[in-house]
């Protein structure tokens, strides 16, 4: 069994590859206490939920009910070594079998269908999964990783991370200055510095330079991640580095203030507040965009939204983050059935939706009920 981590999954667009396995599909949410050295509950509680999802399939496929046993067993979904967080989503197929350890507590439930039940893990892509936060400081810039819990120092291997010590080891290339030939006494160096321009601008030049500098390690650092990065610092470097950065997923939300001066987990809870502020501005744009282009690219039907997410054609899709409608997509006649006879292919719709969003390199949102376009269930802006 293969094991995930949702610190592994930094976009739903990740979920991909067990996604795209054939039904039965099981999943199987359980949620944990604060510290799993006790595993007697946790045992007890499963085999519980393994009871309950036999006598629900009783008489039922008899793939289901092999795939139902073949996780029934506590030790081998808890590796003490391995676990972590206040939850476990055990996903599990014909030719799947993973766990993602959750950092929050998420409802217990059971699911069979043709599609991993994946919608209790879609909003915390926007709040549970890592982030960084980078302090930028003249006298100490830091590169923190980051959960919703905790952080830890990131090490930027050797590069200078103050001003001071940057500007003795390094020169901006075009730094205005005139140079005299090298005397006698001047060694290995290529001249003599006796600029005329202020020193204030030079020291700006360095500062650029600096900044530069640092993001170039942070983008190799990040080189192989898609997480959010927050900057946190005053008002002018903030505006200065962001205009520089190269990093594709530098937050516009930032942290404001002078890093050092900030109290113990003061800087992390302002970012977990930044990363809110980030997702509710993304939340706002689909809606601004969506009444746009509503009766066009913008649409909420259930079979309507449905139907264009297996066609490939949903760019973003908004999902409430608590209304279900049952129903299947019926492949041979492209036609969405809405909850008519509780058959066991019937699923979420909006699970599906989600599912087929990702298969296709869509985006997925979730949002409160009050927020979503004529209380729909979902909503979607549509690529044509």
Known sequence: MDTLELAGLQEADELKRILNTKGPCLSIYCSMAESLSNRGPYAVRWKETIRGLERAQSGGSPDVLALIRSVANWDDIYQPREARGRSVAVFRSPDVFERIWLEERVEARARVGPHFFIRPLLPLFAKGRPFYILALSQKDIRLLRC???DSALVDLGGVP???DVYMNTARPDHVRDNRSPAGPSAGHSKGVIFGSAPETEDKQEYLAHFYKEIDRVVGNVLKDSKAP???AGVEYELSLYRGLS??????QQSVQGAPNGFKGGEMHARAL???RREYESRVEAFLEEYNHKSGGLGIHGVKDVVLAAHDGRVNILLLSDSLELTGRFEEDVHQVKVREDGAPD???LLNDAAVQT???GGQI???PNRQMPSGAAMAALLRF
């Open 147 to 149: 959960t919703e819990t």
């Open 346 to 348: 019937e699923e979420d």
């Open 229 to 231: 990065l927050v900057l």
């Open 365 to 367: 949102l979730v949002a």
């Open 358 to 360: 990702i298969l296709h």
């Open 161 to 163: 991370t103050s001003l």
């Open 246 to 251: 190269s990093y594709p997923y530098l937050l």
């Open 273 to 275: 507040e930044a990363l």
